[in-house]
């Protein structure tokens, strides 16, 4: 008789017992895995965009909303950024909670030229921008989405604009 001979159906270990004993185990190994660095669970690459202080006091007919939006290659390979005309390469628009569109980044004229860049593995690319929130769309102190596309990844982060102070 084997030493594990418990853990074959009929050996002594209920099979019930026997496959939470073995997932327990694959969970500890599988973290242990994580926690070593043996295995990557981030996003391939990540999109992210901190909103920067808003100005406080009587709001105008725009709000200038300043933005760092950076995109990270967390991979093994460089990244190849693409975009058809520079106009494109940062994008953006708000939305309520229902989804609905609000505003959006106004057309511009734009030089019809494929725009192509590369990101080196391990590394990130930032960049500020200020976007102009026309206060006639929104409400000060409500909840919406600002959603940003920057060389073809995409975003979604909470915008709250903050209600006059009287």
């Not at 669970?41 to 990540?46: H, N, Q, R, T, Y």
């Not at 909670?97 to 690319?125: H, W």
């Amino acid at each position: 008789m084997s030493k594990f001979s418990f853990l074959k159906p009929g050996g002594g270990m209920p099979p019930m017992v026997a496959s939470t004993v073995f997932i327990f185990l694959a969970v500890i190994g599988l973290y242990a895995a994580v926690q070593q660095g043996v295995i990557d669970l981030s996003d391939p690459v990540e999109l992210s965009v901190e909103i920067g202080e808003l100005p406080a006091g009587p709001l105008g007919d725009t709000v200038p909303v300043p933005l760092t939006v950076r995109l990270t290659n967390n991979q093994d390979e460089a990244l190849a950024l693409t975009a058809p005309d520079p106009c494109k390469v940062f994008r953006w628009l708000v939305l309520n909670p229902n989804k609905e569109f609000i505003q959006s980044k106004p057309p511009e004229p734009c030089a019809s030229v494929v725009m192509q860049g590369r990101l080196d593995p391990r590394t990130y690319l930032e960049e500020d921008y200020t976007i102009d929130i026309d206060t006639r769309r929104v409400r000060p102190g409500f909840s919406y989405v600002l959603m940003v596309r920057y060389w073809g990844h995409e975003t979604r982060v909470p915008l709250i604009l903050a209600a006059p102070v009287s």
